[in-house]
C-alpha cells in the first residue's frame, strides 16, 4: 500500500493519473477518482471547518449525502462554485478546488475560538442574543456573523456559462441506476416503452460499484442498456424535484468532469413528462450519535466500503467499527478483505447472529458487544476512541486512526414525498418507507425500505456515562445541530418536529438533512416521551441536491431574459441617437438628443417643434383590436361608457373601458371603417388585456353576439404627424383621400394609399395640434417614416419621443390611464363623466358607478396643480398636504401624477389626484419636496388652448 | 406542471398554455340596473374559497383562447374535470 491506496482493486483507472491541486498544493489521484478519494488516498483527513463551531471536518460519507466536506471549485473567471461536495466533484487534469469556511488556513482557524465557547452557543442562540439594540443587527451584528459562520464565498462575477434546457417525454422514467433501478430497466428494456433512465453518479451501478462480484453482471446489464434503442441514459444527472402529474426536473452536468471543453453547455436542465416513475433512490446510512462523532476520521461504514472497494482507497490504517446494524460487520469483513487493517467492531446489541461472531474471529478481529463508543481522541484525526460497557460504564481505549459508524438506515423518499406520496412508519427499521402513490408511481429496491443489509436496533444516542450537557454530539453535521440543542428545544417548549427544526435549524442546511433528520426525530421524540409518529415530519422539498441558479435559468439570462418588442421603425430611432425606454415590453424611443442636449432642452426643442411646425412620432406599440361582425357596434356599445351605435363609418371616438367594478382599465381612440368593422385602439401596455378582457365577456356572457376580435397590434406600423404643418406635408404624398378641413374633419377615418401604401389614416391628436395617426403594414413602417423625414425637411419636421408626447399630452389635459389613475379611479374622478354614456341601459361598470363607495364624497379625484413658482415641477409621486403646519405625521390627501415643465407655457404643469380635488378648484394645496414644500393652486387639467383652436383648422 | 385538459380541443396540455379566470358559474346579471347595492356586491366581490372541490373559469389562453369550466381540489390541487363554457355545472 502506497499511502492509502490500496494495492489492488477498486474501478479507478490505475495507468491514468491525474494531477489537481486543493487549497494551493498540487495531488496526484487516478481517473474515476473523487475529489474526496483522491485526497483520502493523499492522507488527508481534514477538509472543512463547521459552520458554526469551525470544528475541523473530515468525509462523512461517499455520495450527494455528504454533509461535511464542502469545497469551492475554481475554474477560472466568473466561473466560481463553492459547496460542492467533495465526495460528488471528479478529479481532472488542472482542477482547482478550495476548502471553506477557514481564515487563515484550514489547519490553523481563528474561527476555531467559537468551539472553545460553545457552551454560549446553544440553540436559538442568535434569535436570543442579537435581538437588541435593533439597529445593531444590519451594520454590526449581521455582517460579523456572516463572516463567521457560513459556507463557501458567493461568487462575484457574472456567470459567463451556457445552459441548456429541454423538455423530455417517456413512458417510464426511472430515478437511481442502483441494482433496483437496473433490474427496473432491464425488465421493460423488452417493451416498446420509451424508457429514460437517471443517475446522478459517472456511471451506472449505485450500491454495485462498491461490491465488486456484481462487476460483471454490471457491463453485462450496462452493454445490454446502451444497445436497447428505447432507452436514454443520463448520468451526472441529479432529478432534484417531482412536480405534478409526473413532471421531473433534473439537471445533467455535462463538462464540469471534463477540463477542456469550456465552450460546451455547462449544465442541461431535463424537463421530463413521464407516464410512469420508478423511484429507485436507494437509502442512506446513519450515523451514530456520540461525543466527538464529528472528528475527521469518523464516517459511515458504507462509505467506508466505497472508498475502499471502488475507489482501491484504505480510509485508515487501523480501522474500528461502532455498529448498532449487520450492515457495518459486513462492510468491516468486505474492508479486510481487501487489505484494510480492522481493528476492532463495537456493537451497542448484546446478541448477534454466530455467523458474523465467527466471521470476525475468523478474521482477528476484536469485538466489543454491549459497548459504545464514548469519546474520540484526536483533533484533525482520529488518533484513539474510549469505549465504554453499556451497563457498568466500565471502559477501555482503542488506538485507531478511523472510525465507522452503522447506524442503519434511512430510505432516500425524498422525491416519493414531493410527489405527495404518502409514507408509513415501520418500527423494525425506524424509518419511513412509501405507502400510497399520488401519481402514476413506485418505489424500487432500498428506497421501499426493501434490503438485505441485515438488522439492527435504532439508537438516539449511545450510552454514555458523561455529563449530557457538556459533550458534542452532533445530529445535523453542517449545521452544527447536537443532540443537546434539540433536548434544549423540547425543554423549552417546543413540541412539533416543524418547531424543533426551525428552532434547532436540524435538517436545514445545504443537505436538507439527509443524514439528520431521523436522527433528530428520534432524539425529539424520546426527549418528548412519544412515539415518533406522533410528533410529525417535516416536508422534503425540491432541489434533492443543491443546484446551480445558472442551470434553472437556461437561456433565459441577459438579452434573452424576456423578450423586448420593437417596431418597424426602432432602426431609425436607434441610427439617429434616440434615447430609449422600456413600456410594457416594448422599447420606444424616449427622447432624440441632438449635439449636446441633455433630455430637458432636447424635450423642449422638440414639444417646441410640434407646436410651431410638424413633429413625427413612432406611435405603432399602441394596442390594436380589429372588431368585425354584424353586432360589432352592439359589442362595443355593452364594453366601452360611450355610445357606440350612432357612430358613422369613416368617424372615430375616444373610448373609455371600465372593469365591472366601476374604474378605469383603459382607453383609447377607436374609428368605425363599416357598419360591421371597426378598429380599435388600446395602450401600450394593455392591449392583451384588453383583448383578454373583450374575449371573456364575447365568449361567456354574450355568446350570442356574432363579433370576432383580432389583435392587429403587429399588422400596423403607426406614424403619428402633429403639427400646423401636418396637413401640408402629408397632401402631396396622399391618393384617394381629400384632407381638407371640411371633407376630412378632426376625429375622422379615412383609407387610401400614401407614397402608393395601403393605409388607414386617421385624423387624430394626442398634442392638441392638427394631427394624423398613419397606418401602414407594418413592413413598410420604416420607408414611409424615412420618406416622410425626407418631405418633412421643408418644414423642419422633428421626430420626438414618448417623453415630449407626455408633455403635449399633458398640457392639453389627456390623462395616461395607469399614470394617471391606479385602478380606483372612476370616470367622474378622472372628470371624464362627458364620455359616459348616460342614456345606455348597461355597459361593463355601469351599475358599480352606483355603488355607495364610489359616489361617497371625499373620493381622489384628478386636478390640475399649478406651482405658485413657476420654475419648480414637482417630483411626480410627492405627496400633497392640506395644511402644511400640522404635526407629524402629516395627513396626506393626495399625490401628484404627472409634473412637466412646459416650454410652450414657459412654467411647470401637474395633475394630482386629491381627495375632495373638484371642489378645491382655486384653492391653495401642499407638496412637501425635500429641501423645501411648494405651495400650488389647484385648477382645471387643461393648461393650452382649451376652446381647441388649434385642432378644428 | 400540471396538465390540464382543454374540452375544446380535448387534449391534455401543460399549465403553462393556460390562465386561470376566477371563480366559475357566477353569470352577470342581465339586468344590473335592476340589482340593489347587497345583490351587486354578491356578484362583484363574493366568492367561494372552498377546501376541497372548486369550480374554476380557466382560459386555454396560448391555445385556441376558449374559455372553459373546471372543478379543481385545492388540497391536491388536481383537476376532477373540465367542460365547456355554457355546460351545467358539474
Given at each position: 500500500m502506497t499511502g492509502y491506496r490500496l494495492d489492488n482493486g477498486g474501478r479507478i483507472d490505475r495507468n491514468r493519473p491525474v494531477e489537481f491541486r486543493f487549497d494551493g498544493h498540487s495531488y496526484q489521484g487516478f481517473a474515476g477518482d473523487t475529489l474526496a478519494s483522491a485526497l483520502l488516498a493523499n492522507g488527508i483527513s481534514l477538509f472543512g471547518r463547521s459552520f458554526k463551531y469551525h470544528r475541523p471536518r473530515g468525509i462523512m460519507a461517499a455520495g450527494s449525502e455528504e454533509p461535511n466536506a464542502l469545497i469551492s471549485v475554481d475554474r477560472g473567471a466568473g466561473r466560481f462554485t463553492p459547496n460542492l461536495r467533495a465526495t460528488s466533484v471528479e478529479i481532472h487534469a488542472g482542477l482547482n478546488a478550495f476548502s471553506q469556511n477557514r481564515w487563515p488556513s484550514l489547519k490553523r482557524d481563528f474561527g476555531a475560538i467559537n468551539d472553545r465557547l460553545g457552551m454560549f452557543f446553544p440553540a436559538g442562540f442568535?434569535?436570543?442574543?442579537?435581538?437588541?439594540?435593533?439597529?445593531?443587527?444590519?451594520?454590526?451584528?449581521?455582517?460579523?456573523?456572516?463572516?463567521?459562520?457560513?459556507?463557501?464565498?458567493?461568487?462575484?462575477?457574472?456567470?459567463?456559462?451556457?445552459?441548456?434546457?429541454?423538455?423530455?417525454?417517456?413512458?417510464?422514467?426511472?430515478?437511481?441506476?442502483?441494482?433496483?433501478?437496473?433490474?427496473?430497466?432491464?425488465?421493460?428494456?423488452?417493451?416498446?416503452?420509451?424508457?429514460?433512465?437517471?443517475?446522478?453518479?459517472?456511471?451506472?451501478?449505485?450500491?454495485?460499484?462498491?461490491?465488486?462480484?456484481?462487476?460483471?453482471?454490471?457491463?453485462?446489464?450496462?452493454?445490454?442498456l446502451i444497445d436497447a434503442p428505447n432507452v436514454t441514459i443520463l448520468t451526472r444527472t441529479t432529478a432534484f424535484g417531482y412536480y405534478h402529474d409526473n413532471f421531473i426536473g433534473a439537471v445533467q452536468r455535462l463538462t464540469d468532469h471534463s477540463p477542456d471543453n469550456?465552450?460546451?453547455?455547462?449544465?442541461?436542465?431535463?424537463?421530463?413528462?413521464?407516464?410512469?416513475?420508478?423511484?429507485?433512490?436507494?437509502?442512506?446510512?446513519?450515523?451514530?450519535?456520540?461525543?466527538?462523532?464529528?472528528?475527521?476520521?469518523?464516517?459511515?461504514?458504507?462509505?467506508?466500503?466505497?472508498?475502499?472497494?471502488?475507489?482501491?482507497?484504505?480510509?485508515?490504517?487501523?480501522?474500528?467499527?461502532?455498529?448498532?446494524?449487520?450492515?457495518?460487520?459486513?462492510?468491516?469483513?468486505?474492508?479486510?478483505?481487501?487489505?484494510?487493517?480492522?481493528?476492532?467492531?463495537?456493537?451497542?446489541?448484546?446478541?448477534?447472529?454466530?455467523?458474523?461472531?465467527?466471521?470476525?474471529?475468523?478474521?482477528?478481529?476484536?469485538?466489543?458487544?454491549?459497548?459504545?463508543?464514548?469519546?474520540?481522541?484526536?483533533?484533525?484525526?482520529?488518533?484513539?476512541?474510549?469505549?465504554?460497557?453499556?451497563?457498568?460504564?466500565?471502559?477501555?481505549?482503542?488506538?485507531?486512526?478511523?472510525?465507522?459508524?452503522?447506524?442503519?438506515?434511512?430510505?432516500?423518499?425524498?422525491?416519493?414525498?414531493?410527489?405527495?406520496?404518502?409514507?408509513?412508519?415501520?418500527?423494525?427499521?425506524?424509518?419511513?418507507?412509501?405507502?400510497?402513490?399520488?401519481?402514476?408511481?413506485?418505489?424500487?429496491?432500498?428506497?421501499?425500505?426493501?434490503?438485505?443489509?441485515?438488522?439492527?436496533?435504532?439508537?438516539?444516542?449511545?450510552?454514555?456515562?458523561?455529563?449530557?450537557?457538556?459533550?458534542?454530539?452532533?445530529?445535523?453535521?453542517?449545521?452544527d445541530v447536537t443532540a443537546k440543542d434539540i433536548k434544549l428545544a423540547v425543554r423549552e417548549g417546543f413540541r412539533s418536529i416543524e418547531h424543533i427544526k426551525r428552532y434547532t435549524t436540524n435538517g436545514m442546511a445545504t443537505d436538507q438533512g439527509k443524514t439528520s433528520n431521523l436522527n433528530g426525530l428520534q432524539i425529539a421524540s424520546t426527549a418528548l416521551a412519544k412515539p415518533v409518529t406522533d410528533i410529525g415530519l417535516t416536508s422534503f422539498r425540491p432541489p434533492y441536491t443543491p443546484q446551480t441558479f445558472g442551470a434553472l435559468a437556461g437561456h433565459a439570462k441577459g438579452a434573452l431574459f424576456q423578450p423586448t418588442r420593437t417596431t418597424n421603425i426602432d432602426g431609425w430611432a436607434a441610427e439617429n441617437g434616440a434615447v430609449f425606454e422600456l413600456v410594457a415590453q416594448w422599447r420606444r424611443a424616449r427622447y432624440f438628443p441632438k449635439m449636446g442636449e441633455d433630455m430637458h432642452a432636447a424635450v423642449n426643442r422638440e414639444c417646441v417643434a410640434v407646436r410651431s411646425s410638424v413633429g413625427i412620432f413612432d406611435a405603432s406599440t399602441l394596442g390594436k383590436?380589429?372588431?368585425?361582425?354584424?353586432?360589432?357596434?352592439?359589442?362595443?356599445?355593452?364594453?366601452?361608457?360611450?355610445?357606440?351605435?350612432?357612430?358613422?363609418?369613416?368617424?372615430?371616438?375616444?373610448?373609455?373601458?371600465?372593469?365591472?367594478?366601476?374604474?378605469?382599465?383603459?382607453?383609447?381612440?377607436?374609428?368605425?371603417?363599416?357598419?360591421?368593422?371597426?378598429?380599435?385602439?388600446?395602450?401600450?401596455?394593455?392591449?392583451?388585456?384588453?383583448?383578454?378582457?373583450?374575449?371573456?365577456?364575447?365568449?361567456?356572457?354574450?355568446?350570442?353576439?356574432?363579433?370576432?376580435?383580432?389583435?392587429?397590434?403587429?399588422?400596423?406600423?403607426?406614424?403619428?404627424?402633429?403639427?400646423?404643418?401636418?396637413?401640408?406635408?402629408?397632401?402631396?404624398?396622399?391618393?384617394?383621400?381629400?384632407?381638407?378641413?371640411?371633407?376630412?374633419?378632426?376625429?375622422?377615418?379615412?383609407?387610401?394609399?400614401?407614397?402608393?401604401?395601403?393605409?388607414?389614416?386617421?385624423?387624430?391628436?394626442?398634442?392638441?395640434?392638427?394631427?394624423?395617426?398613419?397606418?401602414?403594414?407594418?413592413?413598410?413602417?420604416?420607408?414611409?417614416?424615412?420618406?416622410?423625414?425626407?418631405?418633412?425637411?421643408?418644414?423642419?419636421?422633428?421626430?420626438?419621443?414618448?417623453?415630449?408626447?407626455?408633455?403635449?399630452?399633458?398640457?392639453?389635459?389627456?390623462?395616461?390611464?395607469?399614470?394617471?389613475?391606479?385602478?380606483?379611479?372612476?370616470?367622474?374622478?378622472?372628470?371624464?363623466?362627458?364620455?359616459?354614456?348616460?342614456?345606455?341601459?348597461d355597459f361593463v361598470g355601469k351599475r358599480s358607478m352606483a355603488r355607495p363607495d364610489l359616489v361617497a364624497p371625499g373620493r381622489k379625484q384628478l386636478v390640475g396643480l399649478l406651482t405658485d413658482d413657476p420654475n419648480v415641477v414637482l417630483q411626480e409621486g410627492a405627496q400633497i398636504v392640506a395644511d402644511p403646519r400640522q404635526p407629524i405625521p402629516m395627513t396626506m390627501i393626495g399625490h401628484v401624477t404627472s409634473s412637466y415643465w412646459s416650454e410652450t407655457l414657459g412654467r411647470s404643469i401637474a395633475f394630482a389626484l386629491v381627495a375632495g380635488g373638484h371642489e378645491m378648484m382655486g384653492g391653495t394645496l401642499y407638496i412637501p419636496m425635500p429641501g423645501k414644500t411648494h405651495e400650488a393652486k389647484v385648477t382645471g387639467m387643461v393648461f393650452y388652448d382649451a376652446e381647441g383652436a388649434r385642432l378644428h383648422v | 406542471m400540471i396538465l390540464i385538459h382543454c374540452p375544446y380541443c380535448d387534449e391534455k396540455r401543460p399549465e403553462i398554455e393556460f390562465a386561470n379566470a376566477g371563480q366559475a358559474h357566477v353569470a352577470r346579471p342581465l339586468d344590473p340596473s335592476s340589482q340593489s347595492d347587497e345583490e351587486w356586491e354578491a356578484y362583484l366581490f363574493i366568492r367561494a374559497n372552498p377546501r376541497g372541490r372548486h369550480h374554476e373559469r380557466w382560459r386555454h389562453v396560448h391555445g385556441c383562447g376558449r374559455f372553459f369550466n373546471a372543478v379543481r381540489d385545492t388540497v391536491t390541487d388536481k383537476f376532477e374535470t373540465t367542460y365547456k363554457a355554457g355546460e351545467p355545472r358539474r
Open positions: 442568535y434569535n436570543k442574543t442579537f435581538m437588541w439594540p435593533r439597529s445593531f443587527w444590519e451594520k454590526l451584528y449581521e455582517p460579523a456573523i456572516r463572516k463567521m459562520a457560513g459556507l463557501g464565498d458567493a461568487p462575484t462575477q457574472e456567470d459567463p456559462d451556457i445552459y441548456a434546457s429541454t423538455y423530455a417525454h417517456c413512458d417510464l422514467l426511472i430515478v437511481g441506476a442502483g441494482p433496483a433501478g437496473i433490474d427496473a430497466a432491464l425488465e421493460a428494456m423488452g417493451s416498446n416503452k420509451r424508457i429514460i433512465l437517471i443517475d446522478e453518479q459517472d456511471e451506472l451501478g449505485g450500491g454495485a460499484l462498491a461490491d465488486p462480484a456484481l462487476w460483471p453482471w454490471l457491463e453485462r446489464s450496462r452493454k445490454a469550456s465552450d460546451s453547455p455547462r449544465e442541461k436542465l431535463w424537463r421530463v413528462r413521464a407516464g410512469e416513475v420508478v423511484l429507485a433512490q436507494g437509502a442512506i446510512e446513519r450515523p451514530l450519535v456520540f461525543d466527538g462523532n464529528d472528528t475527521p476520521g469518523v464516517m459511515l461504514s458504507s462509505a467506508a466500503k466505497v472508498f475502499g472497494l471502488r475507489y482501491g482507497v484504505a480510509v485508515g490504517k487501523s480501522v474500528a467499527l461502532m455498529a448498532a446494524h449487520d450492515s457495518g460487520w459486513h462492510d468491516v469483513f468486505a474492508l479486510a478483505k481487501a487489505g484494510v487493517g480492522i481493528k476492532a467492531i463495537i456493537d451497542v446489541r448484546t446478541e448477534l447472529s454466530s455467523a458474523l461472531l465467527d466471521e470476525a474471529s475468523r478474521l482477528g478481529i476484536n469485538v466489543h458487544l454491549n459497548h459504545s463508543v464514548t469519546g474520540v481522541n484526536g483533533r484533525h484525526r482520529v488518533t484513539s476512541i474510549q469505549i465504554c460497557n453499556n451497563d457498568d460504564y466500565v471502559g477501555t481505549r482503542i488506538d485507531c486512526d478511523t472510525l465507522l459508524m452503522a447506524g442503519g438506515w434511512t430510505p432516500s423518499v425524498h422525491l416519493w414525498s414531493h410527489s405527495k406520496g404518502s409514507l408509513a412508519w415501520r418500527d423494525d427499521i425506524g424509518a419511513y418507507v412509501p405507502d400510497q402513490p399520488n401519481e402514476n408511481a413506485r418505489c424500487v429496491g432500498a428506497c421501499s425500505g426493501g434490503w438485505d443489509f441485515g438488522s439492527g436496533v435504532i439508537v438516539d444516542v449511545l450510552p454514555t456515562p458523561k455529563d449530557q450537557s457538556r459533550i458534542k454530539a452532533f445530529v445535523d453535521f453542517q449545521n383590436i380589429e372588431v368585425v361582425g354584424p353586432d360589432a357596434a352592439e359589442f362595443l356599445n355593452r364594453m366601452y361608457t360611450n355610445p357606440w351605435k350612432a357612430l358613422e363609418p369613416g368617424r372615430c371616438r375616444y373610448g373609455l373601458l371600465l372593469k365591472e367594478d366601476g374604474f378605469i382599465t383603459d382607453d383609447g381612440v377607436s374609428a368605425r371603417l363599416a357598419p360591421d368593422r371597426f378598429h380599435l385602439t388600446t395602450t401600450t401596455g394593455g392591449a392583451a388585456r384588453v383583448l383578454n378582457m373583450m374575449e371573456d365577456y364575447l365568449q361567456t356572457e354574450w355568446p350570442d353576439l356574432d363579433v370576432w376580435l383580432t389583435s392587429t397590434t403587429e399588422q400596423y406600423a403607426v406614424i403619428a404627424l402633429q403639427g400646423p404643418n401636418a396637413r401640408k406635408l402629408l397632401e402631396p404624398l396622399v391618393e384617394g383621400i381629400d384632407l381638407s378641413a371640411d371633407a376630412f374633419p378632426h376625429m375622422a377615418i379615412r383609407e387610401g394609399t400614401i407614397c402608393g401604401i395601403p393605409t388607414r389614416l386617421f385624423r387624430v391628436s394626442f398634442t392638441g395640434e392638427l394631427g394624423f395617426e398613419i397606418n401602414v403594414p407594418t413592413a413598410y413602417g420604416r420607408a414611409l417614416w424615412e420618406r416622410l423625414m425626407a418631405e418633412g425637411a421643408k418644414f423642419d419636421i422633428t421626430p420626438y419621443g414618448t417623453e415630449a408626447m407626455h408633455v403635449l399630452r399633458a398640457e392639453k389635459g389627456f390623462i395616461i390611464v395607469g399614470q394617471d389613475t391606479d385602478g380606483t379611479i372612476t370616470p367622474f374622478d378622472a372628470g371624464l363623466d362627458w364620455a359616459v354614456g348616460k342614456k345606455k341601459p | -
